[in-house]
Nanobody, 124 residues
Framework: QVQLVESGGGLVQTGDSLRLSCAAS????????MGWFRQAPGKEREFVAA????????NIGASGKDRFTISRDNAKNTVSLQMNSLKREDTAVYSC?????????????????WGQGTKVTVSS
């Protein structure tokens, strides 16, 4: 049984930094790419970042360019999202997902398993 558990969300102020983590179990973690997506109230799910299985390739969505960094530790089965210079529009529930592929894809249809998410609220 695949489980993805996110952590690290919370209430922060604009300009702050936050690091989200996702712990995976029940999957051969090192074989698949991982991604982060977010969904704000009343909005559609949005791609945030992805990292290939071997960490050689990352893909950052437009909203996080120059502010967000994704990394993974295959020895610990974890993937992290470092978010800097947070803005109010970053407020959302952030979910990690395991892709069925090894490449760092932004296509949500290529992700097989999803976590429940962790809430990030950015206030001014």
């Amino acid at each position: 049984q695949v489980q993805l558990v996110e952590s690290g969300g919370g209430l922060v102020q604009t300009g702050d930094s936050l690091r989200l983590s996702c712990a995976a179990s029940g999957v051969t973690f090192s074989s698949y790419s991982m991604g982060w997506f977010r969904q704000a109230p009343g909005k559609e799910r949005e791609f945030v970042a992805a990292i290939s299985a071997n960490s050689r390739s990352t893909n950052i969505g437009a909203s996080g360019k120059d502010r967000f960094t994704i990394s993974r530790d295959n020895a610990k089965n974890t993937v992290s999202l470092q978010m800097n210079s947070l803005k109010r529009e970053d407020t959302a529930v952030y979910s990690c997902a395991v892709s069925a592929y090894s490449i760092a894809t932004s296509d949500p249809s290529r992700y097989a398993y999803w976590g429940q998410g962790t809430k990030v609220t950015v206030s001014s």
